[in-house]
């Protein structure tokens, strides 16, 4: 599956919303193609939302599969687990608990300065549907809109939700009602 | 049947998946324990097997030193296995010269994860994982659990295969730190032939039928047949 060729002709170097719909067992492989292909764009800065597990996975896995991560900030939904990564502790924003998961929205609100900065070029957030057990659908939709709002202004700006459509039919709508354009891979 | 909110892939053992909503949970860890020759190492390849043809990757972990070509050569005649699949969407990965020489559980570990960032399954298993504990220097609880928590955040299906030892069940050290357990065993038929059987002992987040069910290894690999005893 070439799915960084797929995105880059749906994207054309436009910013905007964009939900990628993919199913489960392959969001991985899409996720490093996408953010291989987005920190080869611009100035390749951006912000990577790890929903379902630390950050320091994803981090390991794109040092391994050779994608630059040095303007990368990476956001934790659910674990501290993550700061054992010592090289980038400076990289990483945690949250104490998957309890805690209900003030996502709140967290992107007010650190909007710091994640605006470090998103120059895009946000990506990885696997969404995984917030289903934590997160009731209007938390999901503050979450979402607060992410969306980051590229007020800023035209090349690309917020992308990776998600399986089949498995969280209900979360996927609320990111479309957001004006995402649909891409499937 | 309560909703499923639980993303799943399909096992490849004939007859199972109608056993558990469907298959596995995705990502999730699993034990297929078993006493020899009740058919673990053919259960781990079916379900890798299976996984190709739905498009997916595999690697097999193996901690016996066993040499590709002799592993294949006892497999090959099962119809599921298409032994060009090796190397390509099923890397062969043995675990022994790791094992021996540093016998630490987080050199280990690190290699483990390594070979999974590098290759990207979406199926993994170590077979077999209780070699280990005989092995490693350190906790072998800590590490189990740390590589269970690993394996999962991985997003793979993983399945890890135990021998059973004589008066244990299953071995319980493993069972505590994995979603399902599978136990495979042989039995005798009231007419005295002998028989094996599976078994769905636990599985986290999932209704599954219970009890032993008749299981037959054929060319096709293996068939549940759930309500014969």
């Known amino acids: 599956m070439d799915s960084a060729a797929a995105f880059r002709r749906t994207l054309s170097g436009e910013g905007g919303v964009f939900v990628l719909d993919v199913k489960c067992t392959q969001m991985t492989r899409v996720l490093v193609d996408i953010l291989r292909h987005l920190t080869g764009e611009g100035d390749g800065s951006g912000v990577v939302f790890s929903v379902d597990r630390p950050s320091a996975f994803l981090s390991r896995l794109l040092e391994r599969q050779g994608v630059p991560q040095d303007r990368l900030l990476y956001l934790d939904a659910v674990t501290g687990i993550s700061g054992e990564e010592p090289g980038r502790v400076d990289q990483l924003e945690l949250f104490s608990s998957p309890f805690c998961v209900n003030l996502f929205s709140e967290f992107v609100n007010c650190h909007s300065e710091k994640v605006a900065a470090g998103s120059k070029g895009f946000v990506v957030v990885d696997n969404l549907g995984a917030l289903k057990p934590y997160m009731t659908n209007p938390c999901v939709e503050r979450m979402v809109g607060a992410l969306t709002r980051l590229g007020d202004g800023a035209p090349g700006f690309k917020c992308i939700f990776v998600m399986d459509r089949g498995s969280t039919p209900e979360l996927y709508d609320i990111v479309i009602r957001h004006g995402a354009k649909e891409v499937a891979l | ?229």
């Open chain 2, 1 to 229: 049947m309560v909703g499923d909110t639980l993303e799943r892939v399909r096992s490849g053992i004939n007859g199972m998946d109608e056993m558990m909503q469907g298959g596995f949970a995705f990502p999730s860890t699993v034990l297929v324990a078993g006493s020899a020759g009740t058919g673990k190492t053919t259960f781990a390849l079916q379900f890798l097997a299976h996984g190709v043809k739905d498009g997916e990757q595999g690697i097999f972990f193996t901690t016996l030193s066993e040499p590709t070509q002799w592993m294949l050569r006892f497999v090959t005649h099962f119809s599921f296995l298409d032994k060009d699949t090796f190397g390509k969407q099923i890397k062969y990965v043995d675990l022994g010269p790791t094992l021996r020489k540093d016998r630490d559980p987080d050199v280990l570990l690190k290699y483990i994860d390594d070979q999974i960032a590098e290759y990207m399954p979406q199926r993994i298993v170590i077979d077999p994982i209780s070699v280990i504990g005989n092995m490693i220097k350190g906790d072998y609880r800590m590490f189990l659990y740390d590589l269970a928590n690993h394996l999962k955040n991985w997003r793979a299906v993983s399945i890890l295969t135990g021998e059973v030892l004589p008066k244990e069940p299953y071995p319980v050290e493993i069972s505590y730190i994995v979603d399902t357990v599978v136990l495979l065993s042989l039995g005798l038929t009231a007419e005295g032939a002998r028989r094996k059987y599976l078994e769905i002992l636990k599985m986290r987040g999932t209704q599954h039928t219970t009890g032993q069910h008749l299981m037959d290894v054929s060319r096709d690999g293996i068939t549940v047949t759930v309500g014969l005893k």
